[in-house]
């Protein structure tokens, strides 16, 4: 099983990137995907999560209306698009498989750090 975060960086307050998550090894259009982060000296939580067929997502309130998670079955990938960025998301973004049989297993995350 793997799951292999990307597409993180530093961006100015207000500003935007795309995480990708591609997996492998499970199967990715059978289940739910859930999209967490950490931020230095807190609990890793949940920010996003969507549907094995993308019908239907969930969003922190913290990042609601900001972020918005997005699937491609065909390429066993999940996506988060981050606009309007603010310092406090400043964290490892990771994403995970919470309901499925590897919901134990976990990539090694993309930083993302918001700052001017």
């Known amino acids: 099983v793997q799951l292999v975060e990307s597409g993180g960086g530093l961006v100015q307050p207000g500003g935007s990137l795309r995480l990708s998550c591609a997996t492998s090894?499970?199967?990715?259009?059978?289940?739910?995907m859930r999209w967490y982060r950490q931020a230095p000296g807190k609990e890793r939580e949940s920010v996003a999560t969507?549907?094995?067929?993308?019908?239907?997502?969930n969003y922190a309130d913290s990042v609601k209306g900001r972020f918005t998670i997005s699937r491609d079955n065909a390429k066993n990938t999940v996506y988060l698009q981050m606009n309007s960025l603010k310092p406090e998301d400043t964290a490892v973004y990771y994403c995970n498989a919470p309901f499925s049989p590897v919901k134990g297993s976990w990539g090694q995350g993309t930083q993302v750090t918001v700052s001017s």
């Open positions: 969507i549907n094995n067929t993308g019908g239907s997502t």
């Open positions: 090894g499970f199967t990715f259009s059978s289940y739910a």
